[in-house]
């Protein structure tokens, strides 16, 4: 599967985006889907993840309340909304992908998922 993210953008504390990573593909409601971000000078940290289905979210608690995963299977496409964004948002943002089974799986470490989008650029000035 190939990942393409976009939707990021330079904004202000507070204010909002959404992220949109549009995948190829005819079996893109098989994959658990992921979004990472990495900010200047660190390593990548996970953000959140949302199940095949889209039944199972889980998230950072840095964003947990702020930030919401969906997918649209139909449209192949797995959505971030950020809300109340806060200057430490500021980071590149990377959709992946993983095919692991459920049962071996927590999906919020960067090795469990084996295809990554190029990322998407979330700037926020306070």
């Known amino acids: 599967v190939q990942l393409q993210a976009s939707g990021g953008g330079l904004v202000q504390a507070g204010d909002t985006l959404r992220l949109s990573c549009a995948a190829s593909?005819?079996?893109?409601?098989?994959?658990?889907m992921g979004w990472f971000r990495q900010a200047p000078g660190k390593e990548r940290e996970f953000v959140s993840r949302?199940?095949?289905?889209?039944?199972?979210?889980y998230y950072a608690d840095s964003v947990k309340g702020r930030f919401a995963i969906s997918r649209d299977n139909a449209k192949n496409t797995v959505y971030l909304q950020m809300n109340s964004l806060k200057p430490e948002d500021t980071a590149v943002y990377y959709c992946?992908?993983?095919?692991?089974?459920?049962?071996?799986?927590?999906?919020?470490?960067?090795?469990?998922?084996?295809?990554w989008g190029q990322g998407t650029l979330v700037t926020v000035s306070s």
């Open positions: 992946a992908a993983s095919l692991r089974p459920d049962s071996v799986s927590t999906y919020i470490r960067s090795y469990e998922y084996s295809y």
């Open positions: 949302i199940s095949g289905s889209g039944g199972i979210t």
């Open positions: 593909g005819r079996t893109f409601s098989n994959y658990a």
